[in-house]
């Protein structure tokens, strides 16, 4: 454990390590991917390039030192983390690499401040937090090992059907090469996706949301093609170049974001592609035969970018207890003819007093500025913060 001096003296170089921002971040990476270029293939390009990835780890290390000594508080944040890094397939000796680089990063650019009193205190805190960390993704790779249909690291699965579900989202399912069964999941995570596109320098690894309810044998993962500001690598690859019979690198499904076991009054908020996790938990609320109140809420560009519209259709005539509405930016009459269909933005307070306010559970997914948005619209209905679950397509960022 660590001691009182040294929790203080991490503390007291946080500031400065907050401030110094994106070029200590550069600076680390650089160093780092120079000495070990195989951590290339960890380690999202793109999410580098645009700064989020760099942030994201600096930002945790900065925070974590924050509450070095009230791990309790860190519980959440290990449990997101740990989950995405194990579909990272990341091992114990990464750990080792990053520890050494990011100290040595430390000391390189502030050697006054990180003198060897602060650079051992912030050895030993790394190390908790490594071990931490470390520690609890041995746990879920032990788990997912030895459950039915389990496995460890990339497993090859072939690609069996490929479905477009709207102008820009393609559903792919996968069966494993080896035919044997498939880890269940719970409605909400994700997998991780293990790709060498053609016009990548490195392997790439992406996380996709699980589409449907688990059934032993199979898994679908609906991919949003992104275009904006440039294509996007492996989206675009799976659009484009990934065909029915090839074979790609699974790894198992993981995440903290998903249904909550006890039956509640449920609310399923998405945006875009953000509808992918909402689908698997509707599916899977439908088919456990769940009579609590279900709402289906959705907002995209315009109709022809509102994926599984049919399916919607079909669940909402078996469920009673299914309500929907839609939100499209671009309407047309006849959108506005169906009745489920309103123009703009997401508007919860025109359905508040259909909505089980406050005491739902209320699920989100979409961009950031939407799940703001939403969230904002929740707390000022009176849920409470405690009831509101997200989860963010891309680095974390708190709402
Ligand atoms: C938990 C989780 C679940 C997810 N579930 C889904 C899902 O169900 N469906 C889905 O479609 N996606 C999902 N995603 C997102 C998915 O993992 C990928 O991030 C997404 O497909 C984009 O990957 P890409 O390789 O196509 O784009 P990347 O090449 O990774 O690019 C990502 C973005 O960065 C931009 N970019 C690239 N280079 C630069 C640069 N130099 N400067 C600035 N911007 C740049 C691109 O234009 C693009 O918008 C999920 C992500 C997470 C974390
Ligand atoms: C104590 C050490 C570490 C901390 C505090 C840490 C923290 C984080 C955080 C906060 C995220 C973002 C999680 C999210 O999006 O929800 C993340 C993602 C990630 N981490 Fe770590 N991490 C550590 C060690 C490592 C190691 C050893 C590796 C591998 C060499 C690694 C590779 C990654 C990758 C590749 C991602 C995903 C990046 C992306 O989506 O672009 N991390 N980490």
Known sequence: MLTEVQIRLVKGTVPLLESAGVAVTEYFYNRMFNAHP??????????????????????????????????????????????????????????????????????????????????????AAYAVLA??????????????????????????????????ESELVCSFVFAPVDGQPVLDYLPGQYLGVKVKPALASNIEIRQYSLSDQANGQTYRISVKRETLPQPGLVSNYLHDEVKVGDVLELLPPAGDFYLQAEPAPTVLISAGVGLTPMLAMLETIVAAGRNTPLWFLHACENRAQHSFVSRLHTLAQQQDNLQRHYWYQQVTTADLKTGLVSAGLMDLGALKDQLPLPQGQFYLCGPAAFMQFVKTQLLQLGVVATNIHYEVFGPHQAL
């Open 38 to 123: 195989e951590l290339l293939d960890i380690f999202n390009k793109s999410n580098q390039r645009s700064g989020r990835q760099q942030f994201a780890l600096f930002s945790a290390v900065a925070s974590y030192a924050q509450h070095i000594d009230d791990l309790a508080t860190l519980r959440e944040v290990v449990e997101r983390v740990a989950n995405k890094h194990t579909s990272l397939f990341i091992q114990p000796e990464h750990y080792d690499i990053v520890g050494h680089h990011l100290i040595a990063t430390l000391k390189e650019l502030a050697p006054d401040a990180f003198n060897t009193e602060v650079a051992d205190a912030w050895t």
């Open 131 to 164: 071990g931490i960390l470390s520690g609890r993704e041995q746990q879920l790779y032990t788990e997912k090992r030895s459950a039915t249909g389990g496995w460890y690291g990339p497993r090859p699965f072939k690609v069996i059907s490929k479905t477009m």
